[in-house]
């Protein structure tokens, strides 16, 4: 079983940053992808970013050129710093990873709990 506890949410104005972290603890041998989803009410929940086990990252569009993942592997905790925030950033966000418990057990998708994120105008 594996935990993943996230906090950094709040509250912002429009052009503030905030830094979202994520760590990871229970049974892990290794963590594969790590990533950051977010959800409004009434939407599916969208991609904004993740980052391999080698660093290699990905953004969604919307958010290209003001946040940045990264990841500390020796603390099994992923971070998301947002720059320049805009309302409608405003959601739920979620962090994701991708464990491996054991060494010769299967991979799994891990969630957080969700930390929420508002930005006014």
């Known amino acids: 079983q594996v935990t993943l506890v996230e906090s950094g949410g709040g509250l912002v104005q429009a052009g503030g940053s905030l830094r979202l972290s994520c760590a990871a603890s229970?049974?892990?041998?290794?963590?594969?992808?790590m990533g950051w989803y977010r959800q409004v009410p009434g939407k599916q929940r969208e991609l904004v970013a993740t980052?391999?086990?080698?660093?290699?990252?990905n953004y969604a569009d919307s958010v290209k050129g003001r946040f940045t993942i990264s990841r500390d592997n020796a603390k099994n905790t992923v971070y998301l710093q947002m720059n320049s925030l805009k309302p409608e950033d405003t959601a739920i966000y979620y962090c994701?990873?991708?464990?491996?418990?054991?060494?010769?057990?299967?991979?799994?998708?891990?969630w957080g709990q969700g930390t929420q994120v508002t930005v006014s105008s």
């Open positions: 229970g049974s892990i041998f290794s963590i594969n992808n």
């Open positions: 980052i391999t086990s080698a660093g290699s990252t």
């Open positions: 994701n990873m991708v464990v491996r418990p054991g060494r010769y057990r299967y991979e799994y998708d891990s």
